[in-house]
């Protein structure tokens, strides 16, 4: 980057510290214009040369930690994938995730997030005694196939921030952490799914889904949690109707 | 800061990436009534593991041999490596990736259902397990979403810990650690202590590396008396992308991809790896030769090409092209999709129809925290696991594909002895390490929260000096003077960053304050890493010395082991003999044939 005759755009930063400020605030910030820049890089610079005070979180910028998810103009992106050029010469506005409790600037609170997460179980549940001597368990590809996508899911919250209903509803467990228990009942090695279901079939941690689909839409690793909502409300259906609208031996 | 309340555990794992998942969970399940503090500066699903694309190797295949991964590993080493290390982890490999296995990380797979293997740079056989070209993910995952099984693992997400607390009797006793959210400086005590922090990439401009991986580890330990070991061998891969240093997967070569300078000539058949067999031969791709050769030898060769006027300029430095367009569209996006995501995204080329643009990146450091092949430090109590750790499996040059298997076996392995010594020294002083925690506590405050400090320098003044000493004196190529100016920039930007001073004097989320921790990290871990540099005067592995170009086994197969000094002068560098028990030093050789012959192991 070189800095004579430096083209320079402008990044408005939403600004909340919690020691200091009663409501929110916007920052304008003039950052070097670079075509290779990501919206991160702008932020760093900002923190680097002009104020260390604005805080944001970030570490592998490619695309897979997870951590740098933000508002960009409006839309929840990852801001080391989002790039200047596309809004260039226009402002950028960075706010922190919609749907999250603010902890300071453009950092957000996972508290929530961390505790649907556990409660989906995602983890491999079996009934036999763990026993390594036998080998892998064998999977073929299509087995493989069966979950492989929903897998792919970096926890970055993306989806959190555009779905209309994890903002409001706080028993929904949300796209994320459904799509991840859905990712080990689709798992041909796991036996855990009626475990699963007894906490996705409560209230409204499934049946909120309105099917809207953002969280799709906005997935920067082409999870479909939408697809592995409908698919989960589909065995949940036919699983509450067995559990409590015909019971075990009533001759269903 | 503010003194927050103290925290007991039976073991206290700092850093929560593959090694300290692994610990966390090795002793979760076999200690039930254990109480197991996992600290880490971030979440743990953000750990640098999460970066790792290509695999990791075990013996899995009947065409393959234990035998064969050792020796593949003791000679990408160039021998620097400890031969009864290298045979544990080469025994455990494939339990433990089997484990993972059963914990439902999504290897790819054969179409019988078994796991499916690539070929890795420095292999005979392929043993490559890999989930596609996201193995690291996969892994990182499935360990932290196994750990969610386990009500005995209690995480402190977002603790940056600051400092080791050792009790009376020198046992390594817990960490202080900084609460992110509030800014409290708190106890964190357990009766033994892992360290698995990972890398220290950060030390340099041009990295993998994510923004986390500042060396905090190495530098707490090596200011507990710990030897930081083997630090002059840093690994540069050969194909990081130029501007951002994302790594394009050595998958990509083991998958049959090919390098080529300006003129299309693919150029490493002049260095000694072997012949260039045509990408339509069914030999190819050849393992151990050519683009399979080791990472040092790439990178090495990269320069060479570089100096001779046959790479290719842009803006962001000097390339060559790393080609897979004759794999075809089908077999990237099957085998190596992330590759494709990546070079479309970063480096605006899609490579089912152009070379991508490569050059050498700094990747990892073989060196580390010195510890014995049970992984423990010489502070009793101290353990550590994973990059942060030299056993040393990795001697002078590690073999891709062993660093994610080290993870699990040595971080299990850490588990299980601290674990041990967890049981059976039991009893500390809480008030001592309490107060040493509070004196932590108020030594950040004095040294970064002093407002009538005005008018020093910024974190990134130094950090730049730092970055652009390492690469001038530290790089692939390295000599005295190189290395003696590097040696004097740290020891000047030691002596300036006590005038660092912060914008940012608030408690909550102060990342600012975190970087200027982490700035002194990485002065510590640069400082050990050019003088182990300067007293090595010889050529090994990635170790490479212009004034000093051959190995030298009478003097140097040994480790380094460079101690802190607490009054500042610059550390001492001692040397370890390096254990060899079946595979005596020999010629170090690639291309055809080469590979373990039966009459080298005796």
């Known amino acids: ?252 | 800061m503010a003194h927050g309340t103290t925290h007991e555990h039976d073991v206290i794992i700092i850093g929560g990436g593959g090694a300290g998942l692994r610990a966390s969970i090795a002793i979760a399940q076999e200690n039930p009534d254990f109480s197991v503090a996992c600290v880490s500066k971030v979440y743990p699903m953000r750990s640098h593991t999460v970066t790792a694309e290509g695999g990791a190797a075990a013996k899995i295949k009947p065409n393959d041999s234990l035998e064969d991964h050792i020796y593949d590993t003791i000679s990408g080493a160039d021998w620097l490596a400890d031969q009864d290390a290298v045979e544990y982890f080469v025994n455990e490999a494939p339990t433990e990736m089997i484990q993972l296995e059963h914990w439902g990380c999504p290897w790819s797979r054969e179409p019988d259902g078994s796991v499916a293997v690539r070929p890795f740079g420095g292999m005979k056989i392929e043993r490559t397990w890999f989930a596609a070209d996201k193995t690291g993910f996969h892994m990182l995952h499935s360990l932290f979403q196994t750990t969610l099984k386990y009500g005995n693992i209690v995480r402190y997400d977002e603790h940056f810990a600051t400092r080791l607390l050792i009790d009376g009797n020198g046992r390594c006793r817990g960490c202080a650690a900084i609460e992110l959210r509030t800014g409290t400086v708190r106890a964190i005590l357990g009766k033994a202590v892992i360290i698995c922090t990972g890398g220290a990439g950060r030390v340099f401009p041009f990295t993998t590396n994510g923004s986390i991986k500042t060396g905090d580890g190495m530098s707490m330990a090596y200011r507990a008396g710990v030897a930081l070991k083997d630090m002059e061998f840093i690994q540069y891969h050969p194909t990081g992308l130029p501007g951002t240093g994302i790594l394009i997967t050595e998958a990509s070569r083991g998958e049959g991809g090919i390098l080529v300078n300006k003129d299309g000539y693919r150029y490493l058949q002049d260095y000694e790896l072997g012949e260039a067999l045509d990408v339509s031969d069914p030999r190819h791709p050849q393992k151990r030769a050519m683009e399979l050769g080791p990472r040092d030898r790439l990178s090495q060769c990269f320069i060479k090409e570089r100096w001779a006027g046959r790479t290719i300029e842009t803006k962001d430095g000097h390339v060559v092209h790393l080609d897979l367009r004759h794999l075809g569209e089908a077999k990237i996006d099957k085998k190596i999709p992330f590759v494709r995501e990546l070079s479309r995204n970063y480096a605006g080329i899609d490579p089912v129809y152009k070379p991508i643009p490569v050059r050498p990146v700094v990747h990892y450091v073989m060196g580390g925290i010195d510890v014995d092949s049970n992984s423990a430090t010489s502070v009793p109590g101290l353990y550590a696991a994973g990059e942060c750790a030299c056993v040393s499996i990795n001697g002078a040059n590690r073999l891709g594909s062993n660093s994610l298997t080290e993870l699990l076996v040595f971080g299990a392995q850490a588990g299980r002895h601290a674990a041990r010594f967890a049981m059976d020294n039991p009893d500390y002083d809480v008030p001592d390490l309490e107060a040493q925690a509070e004196d932590e506590g108020a030594r950040i405050r004095r040294a970064w929260f002093d407002t009538s400090r005005k008018d020093g320098e910024r974190i990134v003044t130094l950090r730049t000096e730092l970055h652009e000493a390492m690469e001038d004196g530290a790089g692939i190529y390295r000599n005295a003077d190189s290395l003696q100016a590097a040696c004097e920039t740290i020891a000047d930007l030691h002596e300036r960053y006590r005038n660092v001073t912060l914008d940012d004097h608030t408690n909550s989320f102060n990342t600012e304050l975190t970087a200027a921790l982490e700035l002194g990290s990485l002065l510590d871990v640069a400082e050990a890493m050019a003088h182990s540099a300067v007293e090595r005067t010889e050529s090994r592995g990635s170790h490479q010395r212009l004034d000093h170009t051959e190995r030298n086994d009478d003097d140097f197969l040994a480790h380094s082991m460079a101690f802190h000094q607490n009054d500042g002068s610059p550390p001492r560098i001692e040397y370890k003999p390096v254990t060899i028990t079946k595979w005596p030093p020999g010629a170090r050789t690639y291309g055809a044939g080469s590979g373990l012959k039966k009459s080298e192991s005796t």
């Open chain 1, 1 to 252: 980057m070189t800095m004579s005759a430096q083209q320079t755009m402008t990044i408005e930063v939403f600004r909340y510290h919690p020691e200091t400020d009663d409501e929110p605030r916007f920052q304008a910030y003039e950052v070097p214009y670079d075509e290779d820049w990501v919206v991160l890089d702008a932020l760093n610079w900002i923190k680097d040369h002009v104020d260390g005070s604005l805080t944001h979180r970030w570490s592998c910028r490619m695309g897979v930690c997870g951590s740098c998810g933000m508002m960009v103009n409006g839309d929840p992106k990852l801001t080391c994938a989002a790039f200047l050029k596309d809004y260039y010469p226009r402002p950028i506005k960075v706010e922190p995730l919609v749907n999250f409790p603010v902890e300071r600037d453009l950092v957000v609170s996972l508290d929530g997030f961390m505790e649907k997460l556990e409660a989906v179980k995602p983890y491999i549940i079996r009934d036999d005694v763990n026993d390594t001597s036998g080998g892998e368990y064998l999977q073929s590809p299509a087995e493989l196939a069966q979950y492989k996508q929903y897998s792919m899911c970096i926890n970055c919250m993306l989806c959190y921030a555009a779905c209309p209903v994890a903002g409001h509803e706080d028993e929904f467990l949300g796209p994320a952490a459904l799509a991840l228990g859905h990712r080990y009942n689709k798992d041909s090695r796991d036996q855990g799914q009626s475990e699963r279901l007894d906490v996705m079939l409560v209230g409204e941690a499934i049946w909120g889904c309105t099917f809207v689909g953002e969280c799709t839409v906005v997935c920067p690793k082409h999870v479909d949690p939408a697809g592995a909502i409908q698919q989960a409300k589909a065995v949940g259906a036919q699983e509450y109707f067995k559990r409590f609208v015909a019971p075990k031996g009533a001759g269903v």
